[in-house]
Nanobody, 115 residues
Framework: QVQLVESGGGLVQPGGSLKLSCAAS????????MGWYRQAPGKQREWVAK???????NYKDSVKGRFTISRDNAKNMLYLQMNSLKPEDTAVYYC?????????WGQGTQVTVSS
């Protein structure tokens, strides 16, 4: 079972930027498409972005042009560069593999966008 540890969240003003990181244990990380997900207070967790093992990417419409997902398979790392942040981006952000079957969720990293 892969373990996932997210980091890089924080408090940022609207229009600001953050870069999230996700460290994955194990050697199978590179085999899978990976995604970033987020859960805002009182809402269900939602998909944000996806990157395949071949580095193809997809984004939720509301983050297109602002967020960039990337990965470093040699380091078992997944990243999410978030620019032009908006208050509605406030949530706990998680990483996990793409698809119906997930690995155990990590603790997530809190992103708060507020003035």
């Amino acid at each position: 079972q892969v373990q996932l540890v997210e980091s890089g969240g924080g408090l940022v003003q609207p229009g600001g930027s953050l870069k999230l990181s996700c460290a994955a244990s194990g050697s199978i990380f590179s085999m899978y498409a990976m995604g970033w997900y987020r859960q805002a207070p009182g809402k269900q967790r939602e998909w944000v972005a996806k990157i395949t093992s071949g580095d193809s990417t997809n984004y939720k419409d509301s983050v297109k042009g602002r967020f960039t997902i990337s990965r470093d398979n040699a380091k078992n790392m997944l990243y999410l560069q978030m620019n032009s942040l908006k208050p509605e981006d406030t949530a706990v952000y998680y990483c996990n593999k793409d698809g119906v079957i997930k690995w155990n969720w990590g603790q997530g990293t809190q992103v708060t966008v507020s003035s």
